[in-house]
């Protein structure tokens, strides 16, 4: 479903990336409903939605849920909670903020995933892209909230994005998309490290260069163009 035909969305958790997802909902003034669960009893940034945005807290209002045309769920909740699940098998659509990021942005992005060191690398690609004298939005998972990047139309964004992030993510498509390295992490929220390599891997799955790390085969794509970085580095159409 297309944001723009959702007409009633519940937003699952607040904090800087549920603020963000609120006022992009609301600044689109599509005359979508939009409502906040959280099931803190004082979640961060109550106090800063806008006036007409409904707020359920200290637990679920399965109620708001089931009634949902949208829901965009926080990258801390995962699918695998019952609640989520029982939405999903009613045929609702779960996303995430950067879903809605992927459907409305529309200068090119750069994302950059991995277990380690994807802050450092996206604040260094950042840095470099800035030097060229392109105006760049640095943000997903550090720094400013991809949503909140959009009003500055940045002429590139680079995008750290995490597992769970990619979870609910389905139509980012980028220019380049780095997967850096994979160890063992987040193993209370996934059956596996094929699970959590899957979800990483999602990044790859709309871009126009996959950029995966030779000493790590778990990062290397099925297909794609793709080019590795690493002691023998080289260039690869993988079929």
Known sequence: MKTEAAKYIVVIGLGMTGLSVVRHLVK???????????????????EQLPAGVELHAGGWNMEWLLAADLIVASPGIA???????????????IVGDIELFARDVTAPVIGITGSNGKSTVTSLVGEMVK??????????????????????????????????????????????????????????????????????LRLFDQTQLAVWNQ??????????????????AGDYTLT
């Open 28 to 46: 689109k003034d599509d005359g979508a409903l939009v409502k906040v669960i959280d099931t803190r009893a004082n979640p961060p940034g109550a």
């Open 131 to 200: 030097a060229s004298g392109l105006n760049v939005g640095v943000g997903g998972n550090i720094g400013f909230a991809a949503l909140d990047m959009l009003a500055n139309n940045h002429d590139l964004y680079v995008l750290e994005l995490s597992s769970f992030q990619l979870e609910t993510t389905s139509s980012l498509d980028t220019v380049a998309a780095v997967f850096l390295n994979l160890s063992e992490d987040h193993m209370d929220r996934y059956d596996g490290m094929d699970d959590y390599r899957d979800a990483k």
């Open 79 to 93: 699918l695998a909670t019952p609640e989520l699940q029982q939405a999903a098998e009613a045929g609702i659509e």
């Open 215 to 232: 000493d790590d085969p778990e990062t290397k794509p099925s297909s794609g163009t793709a080019v590795s970085f690493g002691f023998a």
